[in-house]
Nanobody, 124 residues
């Protein structure tokens, strides 16, 4: 079992920045591919960014490319999402998720471990 706890979500103005964190426990963090997903009101959950178990490979949704950065610190068992130039359209509940390495997948169905989510609200 892998337990995941997100933090860092809050209300921010458009153009602002936030950094989300996801603390992992239970299993060896470095054995897992990690992802950030989000669900906006009335929409399905979508992939935001994913990162390989070592952190050497990343993948971003087109909508966040160049604005968001996913990273991880395996020594601290923590996943991060740095979000810059936030837009109203980024408003959503953000979830971190884990799946066993090595495949870097972006479909939520391929992730078996999920956090409870953290709310990000971007005001205009």
């Amino acid at each position: 079992q892998v337990q995941l706890v997100e933090s860092g979500g809050e209300l921010v103005q458009a153009g602002g920045s936030l950094r989300l964190s996801c603390a992992a426990s239970g299993r060896t963090f470095s054995n897992y591919v990690m992802g950030w997903f989000r669900r906006a009101p009335g929409k399905e959950r979508e992939s935001v960014a994913t990162i390989s178990s070592s952190g050497g490979r990343t993948f971003y949704a087109d909508s966040v490319k160049g604005r968001f950065t996913i990273s991880r610190d395996n020594a601290k068992n923590t996943l991060y999402l740095q979000m810059n130039s936030l837009q109203v359209e980024d408003t959503a509940v953000y979830y971190c998720a884990a799946r066993p390495a090595p495949l870097l997948l972006t479909n939520a169905r391929d992730y078996g471990y999920w956090g409870q989510g953290t709310q990000v609200t971007v005001s205009s």
